[in-house]
T-cell receptor, first 115, second 112 residues
């Protein structure tokens, strides 16, 4: 399968712990996006990369959230000092930005539960 | 971000056509209209997109009003696998392109 993969699929942690999620995009895609989705709501954009450059991070929810894409391939999203309000599904998507189309392909998500 | 308005829910019977409406009265000239859907326990899935002209693909058709202030996603023959949340999204042009702003979408229920 050559789709977007995310790891882990589920994460349970205690409040105050740090967590890191990984996203592996479709190999030829140069853009990578992170979204968060809470129950009953649509996904909420957090940040995105074009190759290794992070083009927007103003939508990251607080300074406890950070993302990297060090070699323009996989990406990680880290949440420091987790809070119960961070419990959500974290979705990654990738696309090839070229021309007029920017179809995003989403991964299955990482479900975070903060106790 | 330009906003879209969709009905909270719609119902259909299997093998019947489904028309999912979306209003986007504040759309700008460079906004693309994208539709994604999300099946239970999965990430969103691209369905179709367009700018001004009607579009068809293997999954659906997109009918765009002449003034572009509304659009309709058409599933020609609904199946049980089409039961999902359908999101209508305006994808802004320029440097904002790609930062999708999802609303709450329309929950489509398909009855056998």
């Amino acid at each position: 399968d050559t789709g977007v993969s995310q790891d882990p699929r589920h994460k349970i942690t205690k409040r105050g712990q740090n967590v890191t999620f990984r996203c592996d995009p479709i190999s030829e895609h140069n853009r990578l996006y992170w979204y968060r989705q809470t129950l009953g709501q649509g996904p909420e954009f957090l940040t995105y990369f074009q190759n290794e450059a992070q083009l927007e991070k103003s939508r990251l929810l607080s300074d406890r959230f950070s993302a990297e894409r060090p070699k323009g391939s996989f990406s990680t999203l880290e949440i420091q000092r987790t809070e119960q309000g961070d419990s959500a599904m974290y979705l990654c998507a990738s696309s090839f930005r070229g021309g007029l189309s920017d179809t995003q392909y989403f991964g299955p998500g990482t479900r975070l539960t903060v106790l | 971000d330009a906003k879209t308005t969709q009905p909270n829910s719609m119902e259909s019977n299997e093998e019947e056509p489904v028309h999912l409406p979306c209003n986007h009265s504040t759309i700008s000239g460079t906004d693309y209209i994208h539709w994604y859907r999300q099946l239970p326990s999965q990430g969103p899935e691209y369905v179709i997109h367009g700018l001004t002209s009607n579009v068809n693909n293997r999954m659906a058709s997109l009918a765009i009003a002449e003034d572009r202030k509304s659009s309709t996603l058409i599933l020609h023959r609904a199946t049980l696998r089409d039961a999902a949340v359908y999101y209508c999204i305006l994808n802004a042009g320029g440097t904002s392109y790609g930062k999708l702003t999802f609303g709450q979408g329309t929950i489509l229920t398909v009855h056998p």
